[in-house]
């Protein structure tokens, strides 16, 4: 077990009675994320945590793989799903880097919250990019904390030394947006709820 998933095991259970921190911006983002839906889409969500995202989307899709590198929050989140019986949700503890996808084979891939959190995010892009179909939309919700806090960049290796933080990187919404093009996305649909907040975007693979 890494010290990463060791953190969000720690944390699993408090952050499941979290209440979410803007609700009118989290409904918006499933709204909005519902319109590129189709019923018989298969659908890849890493960093799922406890579930919620993919369990809301579930009724709109054929089936979503949801992975977190964290066993107690896939734990928690099979839990919520089997208590009202969702069947075309499978959750698994799995970490994006390690995960094999055959290529061009999804239709969308979900990350939300979690691009900040990894270790190499072009990679990770890279590699959502091949899984998709021709076409296909990569959703994420990012946090871009270089746009506002740059002094992260000094205190972030600290507080996850201290094990007070998971890994945490810092980039801007314009580092985010060249990651994502330089991959071969296209922008489709970008959001931004308030100064501040997490940059919401769909991305679309060249059909
Ligand atoms: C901030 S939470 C976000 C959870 C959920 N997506 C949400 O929006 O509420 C980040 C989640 O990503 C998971 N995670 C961190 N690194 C990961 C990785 N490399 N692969 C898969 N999951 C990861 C953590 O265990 C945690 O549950």
Redesign the pocket.
Known sequence: MDQ??K???RI?ER?SKQPIADEAAYQKKLQVTREYFQPDMKVL??????G??AIAHAPYVKHIHA????SK?IEIAQAKADAINVENVTFEQ????EISASDQTLDAVL????LH???NKEQ?IAKVYKMLKPGGLFVT?TACIGDTMKSFKVIVPIAKFLGLM??VKVFTTKELEDSLTDAGFVIDYQWQPGKGKAVFVVAKKAE
């Open positions: 990463s998933s953190f969000w095991d699993a952050y969500e890493f960093g799922c945590g406890t919620s995202t992975i977190d590198i964290s929050m799995a970490s994006i880097e990350g939300l919250s979690i959190l990894v270790e990770v919700s998971p890994l």
